[in-house]
């Protein structure tokens, strides 16, 4: 096919092997199937209850058997041909004789969670009904084994609720009263938890009566399938928690904040977020459930023969895994430094390297290798306490612990030791806060923070230095080299030029709307399509794609092969059905449980953010469709997310907050990236020259083109001058007009970002 046919006619031509379909594919389903599976955490699993074979008669209760939760709502939502749900999947493996599920119980969960549809409630939101004393003695002479299933939904625009009872974060007191009951009447308790980001794990965990929790997430299409493949031991757990899971949710600092105004949030614990907060502030520790990391297997592992040492500033480590029990797994080898405490203060615990094993027989060893360059051990110094504004490794000793989780280590011999602290990087200071009154130090005191003014002075773009060509040229000249793009840009009037900043309307299957559009020069109109679980079309229009686990569970699998195959799945879904720009992934920090989102974000963490981001960009630019990183950045409650200030310090910025983005930019280059809603210290996110221009610009070197996120708040002319390339899904275009006779924005800014736009569009096919 010719360059752009597709985007262009929107033919509907498969791209499978022997004209067949590759959307919604038997392949990609097993690709979601296996991801799931992948991801899920088991989180207890006492005397070995799990897995169950030899046809093992078990009760399932609580309506998240028939009520399964795909994926959470909003762009992050994908329309499916089915859903596997957990019920269904068990009875899959029922009629192949692995175990035996109890029948009596499941038109009870059926008849009323399609009631409660009926009456308007969303799947995930029902709220349990009251289990007849009937049906549990039914189930109780049947079997003395129960699996008790909990679900969770949230979705986009709204945060989730955080007080006892409420069944959000907690359960519910309905949901309370079914567990006590099935715990009064049965022997084996088993718990499958499907859900996007934390609930509450003390329940279980403080209670001995509960065997086995598996953790299994909001897991997509298969989701039931995949819960049932592990339940049965036909696939053994390696998924690890990308959180902490912390006793109670005013156990994680964020919480007392969190709901404090709809107007702003103020991030006081910097950058003790999640395990760093956890592992380092005096106390914390006994605070935690199941730490960051952490996750069973059906097998056991030993870690052995760690080997650290530096070779030319890079800090090399490798370990040799041992299978050492009766049964086929994974493990996850993970490497965490510890930093001087020094003049900045250090967490005790950051993650800087992980592998995940191949499936290991019984007995087998495998080396495995990870090495990280020292300088991503250095801080951020936003107050000039030892060279401001610059990253340093203090001088000291940085001690190094492997193992398979934040608190399952063992320290390597080597320590890396300095004598003089040593600036890795000198920058200058950037979208530091003017209203953040006091922040979190290492040994859990606040220190006052300054008041900081934006000095920033933007730098003119330098004009395109190229005369129009003689005569009209077409976009695809430029990409046959036969014209140079900054050639092409001058032969546009003002009015095209401003008519390519803004998005364009839908065609084919799209419903987020395109980008180009101007037929004259041959300029294609690329559709966009959300989002992070798969590709989203809506139901009107006729297509059903394959809805892949949400990304929480994604990074639990720590297997960034795995995500650049999901990448790569999702791209061709995009590309059969005409579209271009997948918007995806999503990479917004895990610092609350309650943001609405979180099923969308990977982690609590930035590196592991980082590295499954940047695997899944590599899979999804390996098919020619654009990735879009969202929503950069801080964007990390939902509730009027799209006035709402980020209030944080630069070094949390830096370290936490913009780093997984830092890394998939210098990782692999997103040919888009979507600046968010909210505000950062006052200025809007999409209308941020700091955040835009200075820091994924020119200190990362971020090559690619900056969207809005759809209809936000914010002026499209400021947009521009601070290097926000496009405002979506549609402009204002006489507002630009009259800006530019103005004198407020000159023909130069907007070519910038023409410039930008164009060249995305000549990388897609
Ligand atoms: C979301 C984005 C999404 C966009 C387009 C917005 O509401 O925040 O993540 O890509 O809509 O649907």
Partial sequence: MNKWSRLRYSPCLPIGKDGRRITGSDEHIRLSREAAAEGMVLLKNEKRLLPLRDGKRIAVFGKAQYDYVKGGGGSGDVTVDHVTNIYEGLKIKESEGKICVYDGLIDFYKNESERQYSCGTHNGMTSEPELPQELLDKAAAYTDTALITICRFSGEGWDRKGKPQDGDFYLSAQEEKMIDSVLDRFKNIIVVINAGAQTDSEWYHSNDRISSVLYAWQSGMEGGLAIADIICGDVTPSGKLADTFAKRFFDYPSSDSFEESEDYVKYYEDIYVGYRYFETIPGADKKVNYPFGFGLSYTDFEISDINAYLNENTINVSASVTNTGKTYGKEVVQVYYSAPQGKLGKPSRELAAFKKTDLLAPGETRKVYMAFPVYDMA????????????????????????????????????????????????????????????????????????????????????????????????????????????????????????????????????????????????????????????????????????????????????????????????????????????????????????????????????????????????????????????????????????DSDSIVSERALREIYLKGFEICVKESQPWTVMSSYNLINGARASENYDIITNILRNEWGFKGMVTTDWNNHADECKELLAGNDIKMPFGFHEQIKEALAEGKITRSDIEVCVKCILEMIMKLD
């Fill in 379 to 642: 801080s951020y110094d936003d107050t000039g306490k030892i060279k401001m504004s610059s990253y340093i490794l203090e001088k000291g000793s940085y001690r190094f612990y492997v193992g398979n989780s934040v608190r399952n280590t063992v320290k390597a011999d080597f320590e890396y030791i300095i004598d003089n602290d040593i600036i890795t990087e000198q920058l200058t200071q950037q979208a530091a806060p003017c209203k953040l009154e006091k922040r979190m130090l290492s040994d859990g005191s606040f220190e006052n923070m300054p008041s900081y003014k934006n000095n920033t002075k933007r730098s003119e773009p330098e004009p395109l230095a190229a005369e129009a060509p003689n005569s009209p040229a077409m976009l695809i000249d430029v990409c046959e080299g036969k014209v140079s793009l900054d050639s092409f840009i001058k032969q546009l009037t003002d009015d095209e030029l401003i008519g390519l900043v803004y998005g364009q309307p839908n065609t084919g299957v799209a419903d987020t709307y395109g980008m180009g559009n101007l037929g004259k020069y041959g300029i294609p109109n690329v559709m966009t399509a959300d989002g992070p679980a798969g590709i989203r079309i809506l139901p009107d229009r006729g297509v059903t794609t394959t809805a892949f686990p949400c990304a929480t569970a994604l990074a639990c699998t720590w297997d960034p092969e795995l995500i650049y195959r999901v990448g790569k799945a999702g791209a061709k879904e995009a590309k059969e059905n005409n579209i271009g720009i997948w918007l995806t992934p999503a990479m917004n920090i895990h610092r609350n449980p309650l943001c609405g989102r979180n099923f969308e974000y990977f982690s609590e963490d930035p590196l592991l953010t980082g590295k499954m981001a940047a695997a899944k960009v590599r899979g999804i630019q390996s098919q020619h469709i654009a990735a879009s990183a969202k929503h950069l950045c801080a964007n990390n409650k939902e509730v009027n997310r799209m």
